[in-house]
């Protein structure tokens, strides 16, 4: 998610020189783009993605339907 924690982890990854793609359930594409994140509206375009690391910010009562719902091809390329 890209909420209040996904974008303190963003900002700090950015800042880093890392690229950072974000994708949330809400439409966070504006506040994405204002911190040099790349905002992918929705996780299927993920998988389309080079994507080394994957990191899932959500509460843990979210966790595991969040992984559920990621498609497979993201989680096989990616840690």
Known sequence: GFGTFGQFLARRWVGRGHAVFAHSRGDYAKTAAGMGV???????????????????????????KVLRALPAPLLEKAL
């Open 38 to 64: 790349a905002w992918v509206p929705d996780a299927a375009a993920l998988s389309e993605l080079s994507v080394d690391v994957l990191f899932v910010a959500t509460s843990i009562l979210s966790f595991e």
